[in-house]
């Protein structure tokens, strides 16, 4: 079984602010997702990474896949009360399903 | 709105009952994926249909069942449902089956009593 550590569990920190979030595993993914769910809704993809050592940007988040493709981390810039939420990462398996991890709870407070 | 549907929004039953949980995918997908999420196990995947066919199976219990229909529907059974069984039950769906394209819907939360 492969599986997913994110890490921290739980992050809260005042609006303006940056954090990194981490996403580690022993296994090699063909490709990773995040995803950010809120309360009550299913979770929204937000970037796909495939090539080992990856970086892409949306707006204040950067996404990092690590040369090995074992891992990945999250980073965003001044962080906004609208980023609150549940940040997962989901790797892809050989049989082409996602594993999935247990996700960082972010809240951002003004 | 990822344009996945999912009924009912909540479901309250007993130990013992059985349900039965709808997904409308996204125009043009052929492929469903159902996950069960709770606080200590997460997001977990189930079952993966492909246009009418199931392609992929993960954690799924004998109890549980699905089914994708001709036109591209899809249902999952819950049977002889558990206290434990309680959760989020999320449909996505895909056009090719890549599972890296997924559009998840809103969900289905299971109480059962």
């Known amino acids: 079984t492969q599986l997913l550590e994110q890490s921290p569990q739980f992050l809260s920190i005042q609006e303006g602010e940056n954090l990194t979030v981490y996403c580690n595993s022993s296994?090699?993914?063909?490709?990773l997702q995040w995803y950010r769910q809120e309360p009550g809704e299913g979770p929204v993809l937000l970037v796909t990474?495939?090539?080992?050592?990856e970086v892409k940007k949306l707006k204040r988040l950067t996404f990092q896949f690590g040369d090995a493709r074992k891992d990945s981390s999250l980073h965003i810039t001044a962080a906004q009360t609208g980023d609150t939420g549940l940040y997962l990462c989901?790797?892809?398996?050989?049989?082409?399903?996602?594993?999935f991890g247990k996700g960082t709870m972010l809240l951002v407070s003004p | 709105d990822s344009g996945v549907t999912q009924t009912p929004k909540h479901l309250i039953t007993a130990t013992g009952q059985r349900v039965t949980l709808r997904c409308s995918p996204r125009?043009?997908?052929?492929?469903v994926y159902w996950y069960q999420q709770s606080l200590d196990q997460g997001l977990q995947f189930l079952i993966q249909?492909?246009?009418?066919?199931?392609?992929a199976k993960g954690n799924i219990l004998e109890r549980f069942s699905a089914q994708q229909f001709p036109d591209l529907h899809s249902e999952l059974n819950l049977s002889s449902l558990e206290l434990g069984d309680s959760a989020l039950y999320f449909c996505?769906?895909?056009?090719?089956?890549?599972?890296?394209?997924?559009?998840f819907g809103p969900g289905t939360r299971l109480l059962v009593l």
């Open positions: 990474v495939v090539t080992g050592g």
């Open positions: 996505a769906s895909s056009v090719s089956g890549l599972a890296k394209t997924q559009y």
């Open positions: 296994s090699v993914f063909s490709s």
């Open positions: 989901a790797g892809e398996t050989p049989t082409s399903t996602l594993t």
């Open positions: 249909y492909y246009n009418g066919e199931e392609r």
């Open positions: 125009s043009g997908d052929l492929s």
